[in-house]
């Protein structure tokens, strides 16, 4: 069982930055595949970053890429979505999720246990 609580959340103007991060409970963290998801008022959850269980594999939509990245500190039981140049369609509940079997890209299928949520808003 894999508790997972984001945090860092919250509101910044267009083209600021905010660093999500993900802390899980549990001794087996670090094989555990990672993923942020967001959901957007009135849409369905859409795939942001994922990264795999060792770092070495990662994954971003290419609404984004460019300007946020993921990363894992696996000493920390910790994953981090650093997000830069932040637009207003940016938006969303962010959610990170574990994938047990060590990767779930961008399929929300692959994902075993999801965290609560948080807010971030970008205002123009």
């Known amino acids: 069982q894999v508790q997972l609580v984001e945090s860092g959340g919250g509101l910044v103007q267009a083209g600021g930055s905010l660093r999500l991060s993900c802390a899980a409970s549990?001794?087996?963290?670090?094989?555990?595949?990672m993923g942020w998801f967001r959901q957007a008022p009135g849409k369905e959850r859409e795939f942001v970053a994922a990264?795999?269980?060792?770092?070495?594999?990662?994954n971003i939509v290419d609404s984004v890429k460019g300007r946020f990245t993921i990363s894992r500190d696996n000493a920390k039981n910790t994953v981090y979505l650093q997000m830069n140049s932040l637009k207003p369609e940016d938006t969303a509940i962010y959610y990170c999720?574990?994938?047990?079997?060590?990767?779930?890209?961008?399929?929300?299928?692959?994902?075993?246990?999801w965290g609560q949520g948080t807010q971030v808003t970008v205002s123009s």
């Open positions: 999720a574990a994938a047990s079997t060590g990767w779930g890209g961008s399929a929300s299928g692959l994902y075993d246990y």
């Open positions: 549990g001794r087996t963290f670090s094989r555990y595949g």
């Open positions: 990264i795999n269980w060792s770092g070495g594999l990662i």
